[in-house]
């Protein structure tokens, strides 16, 4: 059974620094894709940084240059560094698993998700 399970979210002023973690168990694909998505209060869903089996990484351009996805494969983590944050980064974040590469992706398995507010 798969399991994700985020953790380090919180409140933080403008400006400053966040990283959230996810622990990932029961998931072994060797063509694996995994990243972190958000959803803010009525809006939908959208990717935010994913990361594949090739090390490939990529990253929405409303996060580029402040967000930073990696994967620790000994520890089975997930992580993504939030930096210069911005009250329209509060959402909650997913964390997302599933197959292929992060230009052709499908997402098979997802995090509950960890609240991120951001105050001006």
């Known amino acids: 059974q798969v399991e994700l399970v985020e953790s380090g979210g919180g409140s933080v002023q403008a400006g400053g620094s966040l990283s959230v973690s996810c622990a990932a168990s029961?998931?072994?694909?060797?063509?694996?894709?995994m990243g972190w998505f958000r959803q803010a209060p009525g809006k939908e869903r959208e990717r935010v940084a994913l990361?594949?089996?090739?090390?490939?990484?990529r990253y929405a351009d409303s996060v580029k240059g402040r967000f930073t996805i990696s994967k620790d494969n000994a520890k089975n983590t997930l992580y993504l560094q939030i930096n210069s944050l911005k009250p329209e980064d509060t959402a909650t974040y997913y964390c997302?698993?599933?197959?292929?590469?992060?230009?052709?992706?499908?997402?098979?398995?997802w995090g509950k998700g960890t609240l991120v507010t951001v105050s001006s």
């Open positions: 997302a698993a599933g197959r292929g590469t992060v230009l052709r992706y499908s997402i098979n398995y």
């Open positions: 029961g998931y072994t694909g060797s063509n694996y894709c």
């Open positions: 990361i594949d089996r090739l090390g490939s990484i």
